[in-house]
């Protein structure tokens, strides 16, 4: 059930950023991407250290997400968001979570 949604405040084509971040994902946590929901957020008003420069804040959800797989993904997205958009890594935060089973929740009822 990974989750992740992106906020930048630069203009973004779509097209370009959602099937591969699903991908990058998947792959990344060793899931299917079938069950993997991507949200974006492009052109949104964001200031990080001081100035409007491009930024981002990912927030990735994920079941069960370990501390070792947040750390490798954390350079994943970085490079990605960097190669991609051209965001500077230091301009990235990401919000890692693993939500209880009970209380996350699909097709009428939750994963617990």
């Known amino acids: 059930m990974p989750y992740i949604a992106l906020t930048t405040n630069i203009a ?5 950023i959602i099937e591969p971040l699903s991908a990058l994902v998947a792959a990344q946590l060793g899931k299917s991407e079938a069950s993997v ?6 052109q949104r008003p964001m200031r990080f250290a001081g100035t ?35 965001i500077a890594c230091d301009r990235v935060y990401i919000d890692f979570q693993s939500p209880a089973r009970n209380m996350f929740g699909w097709n009428s009822k ?3």
Request: some cysteine; glycine content about 6%.
């Open 52 to 86: 409007d420069a491009p930024t981002a804040h990912v927030v990735l959800k994920s079941l069960g997400l370990q501390p070792d797989q947040a750390s490798a993904l954390s350079p994943a997205i970085c490079d990605f968001l960097q190669a991609r958009l051209g």
């Open 37 to 42: 929901m991507v949200v974006l957020e492009p």
């Open 110 to 112: 939750t994963f617990g």
């Open 12 to 16: 973004v084509d779509e097209s370009t």
